[in-house]
């Protein structure tokens, strides 16, 4: 996301989420092979520990996880 982007979604009150994915090619080659993450045909430890922050922020907001 675009600190512009970022910017402009905070200034309509939109909250943001800490966990960012960044452009990764393990995302790229996910998508193409159909595997996860997590695969072990594809393991990129930066992306799997994105994706897992990620997984716990949604779940927090959900309320399906305590902190």
Do not use: N, W
């Amino acid at each position: 996301m675009t600190q512009d982007l970022e910017i402009a979604l905070t200034q309509f009150g939109i909250p943001l989420m800490k966990a960012q994915l960044h452009q990764r090619t393990a995302y790229r080659q996910c998508a193409l092979h159909g595997q996860t993450i997590g695969s072990k045909k594809l393991s990129s430890p930066l992306a799997a520990l994105e994706i897992a922050a990620l997984k716990r922020e949604v779940l927090q907001v959900l309320k399906l996880q305590k902190d």
